[in-house]
């Protein structure tokens, strides 16, 4: 059956056969071999390598993890809340038929083309003690004395969650844009022939039709949300931990291939949980339309 599927397909299955072996290779396995590293004691607690939860309950003993794992939460909770909310707003202004809107179009999207390195280094002289930010806040009165964004804490989340929400949110706006630039427009009119206003054509015709596309936005951003990895660690370095520089350092600083395997797998494990929470939530509510 399947030779004779191969056989019929042959042009397709080798077309497909270098993203097949591109996800078996470097994909599918290494994260197999994470896994089985993570539940692996080492071979000084036993004589062979045997199965073992001790790495898990390591990294919940360190209070360095659980800060991490907080600070991961926190910044993607509120970077991708700032990025869909932002996001859904420009693309609902971008989709209007107007030259001087698609004049300004391309500079919200410049952000997208930017390294992270450079995005990183630029958000440091911005909420730096002497930056951009802090001189803008005193000369206007906002504030008596500058802001120490980089001080760790609360306010160091805020900053990284910021520089998150602009570098990415175009992505999310294109995304949306082209939801919304699917939306038949004779759907509005004929709301607007009953008498609909503005707000219930929103909710009654927008934001059903634009669901799928709004799914795939928050899946797509909330997945990078996770995985944050460069921009803490460029305006932070080592002062504010997330689950990604945690498992770098653990690997790379501190030669633990072991935590820094486990701590790859609860945050693999945190990604899956919010993709099929999301998914199922708003799957019960029959706001995913096909």
Not at 193 to 208: K, V
Not at 217 to 245: E, H, S, Y
């Amino acid at each position: 059956m399947i030779h004779k599927v191969i056989k019929k397909y042959y042009f397709e299955v080798l077309c497909l056969m270098p993203l097949v072996i591109f996800l078996l290779f470097l994909t599918l396995i290494p994260i197999i071999n994470v896994i089985a590293l993570s539940f692996q004691a080492p071979v000084s607690l036993a004589e062979k390598p045997s199965f073992s939860f001790i790495h898990y309950q390591e990294l919940f003993n360190q209070k360095a993890f659980r800060e991490a794992l907080l600070n991961t939460l926190i910044i993607a909770g509120v970077s991708l809340t700032l990025e869909v909310g932002l996001g859904l707003v420009l693309a609902l202004i971008f989709s209007r038929t107007s030259r001087v809107l698609r004049i300004f179009r391309p500079v919200f999207i410049l952000p997208l083309a930017i390294p992270t390195t450079v995005v990183g280094v630029t958000m440091g002289y911005l909420f730096s003690h002497g930056g951009w930010l802090n001189r803008i806040l005193t000369d206007t009165g906002m504030i008596r004395s500058p802001v120490s964004w980089m001080s760790g804490g609360l306010k160091s989340l805020m900053m990284v969650s910021l520089a998150d929400t602009w570098k990415v949110t175009p992505l999310v706006m294109l995304i949306l844009l082209a939801g919304l630039q699917s939306i038949d427009r004779s759907l509005y009119k004929a709301a607007r022939i009953d008498g609909a206003n503005t707000f219930y054509i929103f909710r009654r015709i927008t934001l059903p039709l634009l669901m799928p596309f709004l799914t795939a936005a928050v899946i797509i951003r909330g997945i990078d949300a996770f995985r944050i990895f460069a921009l803490p660690l460029i305006l932070m370095g080592q002062n504010l931990k997330v689950i990604g520089t945690y498992a770098y350092l653990e690997y790379a600083e501190f030669n633990n291939p072991y935590t820094s395997a486990a701590s790859s797998v609860i945050l693999l494990t945190m990604i899956l949980a919010a993709v099929l929470i999301y998914i199922r939530a708003i799957g019960k509510k029959g706001m995913l339309v096909t």
